[in-house]
């Protein structure tokens, strides 16, 4: 299975925007890339996922680098309830595969 | 409001003690999953589940046991509770939504074994 990198943690000023990095240089051409993210005492929750194009929605943006080795999650405004564990997930959607979450990214977030 | 829904959130029993963490979703999804999490670390798949009498188990072995006979219940069961067992229990279920599948997590069970 191909595998993500991200930073242990992150750091970020209040109603600052955030951009959170992950490194997939094995990325195969059917994996979509996919985001959550897991508050604290609760189970985590879906952000975004993209193929190929960058994807905005309401919680965040997600940009994909064009050799898709790369990509940025993008929170445009960040708050104190965005303090979060964040995951970059590959994953194929076939039917035999699962989601894999690794240790994922810790961001703070300082008032 | 959550859609998929963990009882009970927190549960303390002693040794040998056999359990059952259910989880219940209103979302009609088939996919459905059982994650276990220890305190900082990361989510590790134990069971998952395509359908009702389907279940698979997961990348880390469990002596827990699950079971899918309605759609919408997916609970798992522990029949002698241990100490190793304390951690936290995530359910979640899946649809195909923007060209792949999405999870949705309930808000967890954490177990403690005395």
């Known amino acids: 299975d191909a595998k993500t990198t991200q930073p242990n943690s992150m750091e970020s000023n209040e109603e600052e925007p955030v951009h959170l990095p992950c490194n997939h240089s094995?990325?195969?051409?059917?994996?979509?890339i996919h985001w959550y993210r897991q508050l604290p005492s609760q189970g985590p929750e879906y952000v975004i996922h993209?193929?190929?194009s960058n994807v905005n929605n309401r919680m965040a943006s997600l940009a994909i680098a064009e050799d898709r080795k790369s990509s940025t999650l993008i929170l445009h405004r960040a708050t104190l309830r965005d303090a979060a564990v964040y995951y970059c997930?590959?994953?194929?959607?076939?039917?035999?595969?699962?989601?894999?979450f690794g240790p994922g990214t810790r961001l703070s977030v300082l008032p | 409001e959550a859609d998929i829904y963990q009882t009970p959130r927190y549960l303390v029993i002693g040794t040998g003690k056999k359990i059952t963490l259910e989880c219940s979703q209103t979302?009609?999804?088939?996919?459905m999953y059982w994650y276990q999490q220890d305190p900082g670390m990361e989510l590790h798949l134990i069971h998952y589940?395509?359908?009702?009498?389907?279940?698979e188990k997961g990348d880390l072995s469990s002596e827990s046991t699950v079971s899918r006979i309605r759609t919408e219940h997916f609970p798992l069961t522990l029949e002698s509770a241990r100490p190793s067992h304390t951690s936290q229990y995530l359910c979640?279920?899946?649809?195909?939504?923007?060209?792949?599948?999405?999870?949705?997590f309930g808000a967890g069970s954490r177990l403690t074994v005395l």
């Open positions: 997930i590959l994953r194929v959607d076939n039917y035999g595969q699962n989601f894999v």
């Open positions: 094995t990325i195969s051409g059917t994996d979509y």
């Open positions: 979302m009609g999804h088939d996919k």
């Open positions: 979640a279920s899946s649809e195909y939504y923007s060209g792949a599948n999405v999870l949705t």
């Open positions: 589940s395509y359908g009702v009498n389907s279940t």
């Open positions: 993209g193929l190929t």
